[in-house]
């Protein structure tokens, strides 16, 4: 029988690791972009940034998000079109309109329930 012996801290060898950040939003809620007018329902989250670097150049450095935090996709609408948004966790809030999303992927993923959010069918559960 070999001794237990203790973990190791990856820290301790070298390996740094991203703090745990905690996603706010899960699949199914409504949110708005804190400074951009357009809404949508996550569809899925990212527990850090996991887009292309070229994308997140893209973005004006002044209102560039930190990478460490959750970053979800949305089926998101404006006034104009609907279309995927990718946004950081400090640009979203809370949608509490319970208006629904009018994003035509919506029917194909979720179903609407009474409380403003959205469920993933069941054949799209984990």
Do not use: C
């Amino acid at each position: 029988m070999h001794p237990l012996r203790p973990p190791i801290d990856l820290r301790d060898i070298g390996i740094a690791l991203p703090p745990v950040a905690h996603a706010r939003f899960n699949v199914g809620d409504v949110v708005r972009h804190r400074l951009f007018d357009f809404r949508g329902v996550v569809f899925d989250v990212d527990p850090v940034f996991a887009n292309s670097e070229e994308w997140y150049q893209a973005i004006p450095e002044g209102v560039r998000p930190a990478k460490d935090q959750p970053f979800y996709h949305l089926l998101a609408e404006n006034d104009d079109s609907t279309y995927v948004a990718y946004v950081s966790q400090q640009n979203l809030v809370n949608d509490d309109s319970e208006e629904p999303v009018e994003h035509p992927a919506i029917d194909g993923l979720f179903d609407r329930v009474a409380d403003g959010r959205y469920r993933l069918k069941n054949q799209h559960r984990h």
